[in-house]
């Protein structure tokens, strides 16, 4: 594939001897100096794609003088900020180049020091790299090449306006590389702002799950998650268990659950401090660990050899999370299970994954908290998504016009038969021929003399009766 030596030397000590698809696809490109979108789940090998032509262009190029950072790499996690830059210490083991490691939730100094040495690879989270920028703590201004990874996931945490401010200091001349598992809107609007005639590679359908991972659904009652958890725990024997929770609290309750049912279990979330996380996590790794409990953002980067079962205890609310959950197994060739718990309250959301992955996804029943559940209808579309619906099945459906504004409508609580009883009784009562012609109502210019008069006969009864007593007034201020 054109590799110097020194990269291919320390491939075979890593045990690499295939490339993947995506691999094979990128690296030449790359190398070429091209830009490129890379479409592609994670766990099929896109780090090294990178990585490895990234390292070969830099190394063949001569530094004069102070170092200065040539290629960007950002990502939107720590755990994934920290994966990129173990695998290009790995790669580049046998390459005279330097390269730092920049996240939020530690101390900067440190950071700080290794930038000034010099370095020729900076991996960084948008908001740490943004702050040091402010602080005038690092140059921007002579990278080369920039790199988006898992661009989808930015846009989902909300760095993709920190991502544009960081472009917009980058210099205009540069090969830039970004990757995505999704393709929304923001997404393709930012491809055709920043990447010039760009390489499209597409190792698999976008937003599709691995087809090496076995999904499994678990029908389940709410109260009984935890039971059915430790029952999979137990039967998956030594095998490594990713669980994720939907809340930070939900994932540090399951953890201690766990760790009282006798199965050690560490959470990993925003709210742990990052040296926590980065233990957790390494434990996981080396195999101390075997059951590790995760929010969606705190697993994003999480590339752990022969994990085997994912278990979400709780339903994502998106179906792209749900891609990106079980992509954490079935990783680099290798074979997964993900097994999902359904209780009645999350079927939408599954009906919603089965939609998106276009998969039936039937139930197993063969574990001893199986329960039958009830067929729950779709939730009523509003008429903005129906017609988006008919377009996209390439019917035009009916016509979703709003009705006029000017246009009577009943109030609230009545009927639409009541409103011609109540237009009557506001119609202008005709005098009788016995009466004579209707009198002119005066218009009374005198209200604050008339407020305080006490009205006679009929009319104060009538008013008496309308008008409540202190007592009521007092309780109906109060209800």
């Not at 024997?237 to 050690?264: C, M, P, Q, W, Y």
């Not at 590339?303 to 992509?327: A, F, K, M, Q, S």
């Amino acid at each position: 594939m054109g590799l110097i030596d020194p990269l291919l030397k320390a491939l075979r000590e890593e045990g690499y001897e295939k490339p993947t698809p995506i691999q094979v696809q990128s690296i030449a490109p790359v190398l070429e100096g091209r830009d490129l979108f890379g479409a592609a789940q994670t766990g099929t090998g896109k780090t090294a794609a990178f990585s490895l032509p990234i390292l070969q262009r830099l190394s063949e190029e001569q530094v004069k003088g102070q170092r200065q950072v040539r290629c960007l790499i950002l990502a939107p996690t720590r755990e994934l900020a920290i994966q990129i830059g173990d695998s290009i210490k790995s790669y580049g083991r046998h390459l005279h180049l330097r390269h730092a490691v920049i996240f939020g939730g530690v101390g900067q100094q440190p950071q700080v020091d290794a930038i000034r040495r010099g370095l020729d690879i900076l991996v960084a989270t948008p908001g740490r790299l943004q702050d040091l920028h402010n602080q005038g703590l690092v140059n921007l201004s002579q990278v080369k090449i920039l790199v988006l990874d898992e661009a989808d996931r930015m846009l989902d945490m909300g760095f993709i306006h920190d991502v544009r401010r960081i472009i917009a200091l980058l210099p205009v001349k540069r090969q830039t590389l970004l990757f995505s598992a999704t393709l929304p809107k923001e997404i393709r609007e930012l491809m055709s702002r920043i990447l010039i005639e760009p390489v499209m590679v597409e190792v698999t359908p976008v937003s599709t799950t691995a087809e090496r991972v076995k999904q499994e659904i678990y029908y389940v009652r709410r109260e009984e998650k935890r039971d059915l958890l430790e029952h999979v725990i137990r039967q998956a024997g030594d095998t490594s268990v990713l669980v994720f929770t939907r809340t930070k609290h939900g994932a540090d309750k399951v953890a201690r659950e766990l760790s009282k049912r006798g199965i050690r279990a560490e959470a990993i979330h925003g709210n742990k401090s990052q040296t926590a996380r980065q233990r957790a996590l390494g434990d996981f790794k080396s195999g101390d660990l075997r059951v590790l409990v995760a929010t969606d953002i705190a697993a994003r980067g999480i590339d752990v050899e022969e994990l085997g079962l994912v278990v979400n205890c709780d339903l994502p609310d998106t179906p792209e999370t749900y891609v990106h959950r079980i992509g954490r197994t079935g990783r680099a060739g290798a074979s997964g299970l993900a097994v999902s718990f359904c209780s009645a309250e999350d079927e939408h959301l599954l009906i919603d994954i089965r939609r998106h992955l276009r998969q039936p996804l039937p139930p197993a029943t063969d574990h001893p908290y199986h329960v039958d559940m009830p067929a729950v209808p779709l939730p009523a579309m509003n008429p903005q998504a129906k017609a988006k619906k008919y377009r996209e099945d390439g019917d035009q459906g009916p016509s979703h016009r709003q009705p006029s504004r000017n246009k009577a409508r009943p109030a609230p609580g009545r009927t639409a038969q009541a409103r011609p009883a109540a237009q009557e009784r506001k119609q202008p009562q005709q005098p009788s021929a016995t009466e004579g012609p209707a009198r002119k109502k005066r218009p009374n210019r005198n209200k604050s003399r008339n407020r305080n008069r006490r009205p006679a006969g009929a009319e104060a009864a009538v008013q008496a009766a309308a008008t409540p007593s202190p007592e009521k007034r007092k309780r109906f201020f109060f209800f």
